[in-house]
């Protein structure tokens, strides 16, 4: 089987799918890799490291998708890649398709098999979400430190406070990982942090584990008591493959102090606010109720080289089985690779994804 690396093209998105050293490791194991050339530059790999890891560097997208058997990429394909995308072959890759019907049905038409790391789930774990959920989660706090900054229309809050200044208010939706990460940051330049949550299992985990942090049982009623009072709300709420629900509405919003900072993790699965609309790291902002929103959808792409690194740890055991003993094989071994599987034989695969945009699913088939 050949392995098959493009160059990201969504706008502002510089991590790869694979590093180097995960080829090199692919190739030990007899498997041949086609990388694009420049694929790894936005994460400061070049391609004669490429080369020597013994991948073959190439030098069109295209010639990756004609040739490759299983395209391990790190984002949702775009337009041009749907094009050349073809039945028998395998995508491994983010897709988050609650949040894009089009994307969704377009998929489904190219025949592809296409395996969300997403929906990859061991009991409540998602093993291939939880990398960037840690990137996502740290980096909440840090733009959020900046963006509360006067000069950014912020309120001029300084989370951490000095003495004799109480310290500015952090509000965290969600106890997941990347709430538990902006928490960590949060309490770590000291902040008063709040992580509202519904489980009371994860509560009682989270009481121990973070004893600077505090937490409430999340309703309506308490995020409207709480948003008042905050300067910087991250929404960081999960419901694997399916859309993120709204649980900040317009109203909520509106009672938050000018110039205090929202920052929705959620986005790339709609997100959980009323007001979040995709933003871009090169325009990552915008204002809604006098709250600044920072909602940019590929957010660990700031940090391209941890984050690839870190995402190539967890992904690259199961793009070898893939490889190596094809979509049975490596279901058989990892049986939560078959809740991965979104699309298959022209067919939608995931409940999740079918439910958000009312349409039809199967079963996956393993043969």
């Known amino acids: 089987m050949i392995v098959g690396c493009p160059r990201e093209v969504k706008k502002q998105e ?41 991948a073959e560097v190439v030098d069109r997208a295209s010639e990756v998708f004609e040739r490759a058997d299983l395209i391990v990429k790190v984002k949702e394909p775009q337009p041009e890649e749907i094009e050349m995308l073809r039945e028998g072959q395998t995508l491994f890759t983010y897709l988050h398709l609650a949040a894009d019907k089009k994307l969704t049905e377009d998929l489904i038409k190219t025949g592809v098999t296409g395996i969300a790391y997403e929906t990859v789930a061991i009991g409540h774990r998602l093993p291939l979400l939880e990398p960037m959920s840690e990137v996502a989660g740290r980096m909440a706090v840090q733009v959020g430190c900046y963006f509360l900054a006067k000069h950014e229309g912020g309120r001029g809050t300084l989370l951490g406070g000095v ?134 959808a590929n957010m660990p792409g700031a940090y391209a080289r941890t984050s690839t690194q870190a995402l190539t740890n967890v992904t690259l055991p199961y793009a070898q089985l893939l490889a190596t003993e094809g979509l049975a094989g490596a279901c058989a071994r990892h049986p939560e690779l078959v809740g991965g599987i979104n699309c298959q034989d022209r067919k939608l695969t995931c409940r999740e994804v079918a439910e958000a945009h009312d349409l039809t699913w199967e079963v996956p088939v393993l043969d």
């Open 14 to 54: 510089s991590r790869v799918g694979l590093t180097p050293p995960g080829v090199a490791q692919l190739a030990r194991r007899g498997l041949k890799v086609v990388v694009e050339t420049g694929a790894g530059f936005g994460a400061d790999y070049a391609d004669e490291e490429y080369e020597s890891a013994g």
């Open 163 to 296: 003495p004799g200044v109480l310290p500015g208010r952090v509000l965290i939706i969600g106890g997941g990982t990347a709430g538990v990460n902006a928490a960590k940051m949060a309490t770590g330049i000291g902040a008063e942090t709040t992580i509202l949550e519904i489980s009371s299992e994860r509560m009682t985990w989270l009481d121990t584990a973070m004893p600077m942090a505090r937490t409430l049982y999340s309703s309506e009623s308490a995020l409207f008591d709480s948003l008042s009072r905050t300067d910087l709300l991250i929404g960081a709420v999960l419901v694997p493959g399916a859309k993120a629900p709204k649980l900040v509405t317009r109203e909520m919003l509106a009672t938050m102090n000018r110039g205090t900072v929202a920052v929705d993790i959620a986005v790339d699965q709609g997100g959980c606010m009323e007001t979040t609309r995709p933003t871009t790291h090169e325009d990552p902002v915008f204002v809604e109720e006098g709250v600044t929103h920072y909602c940019v």
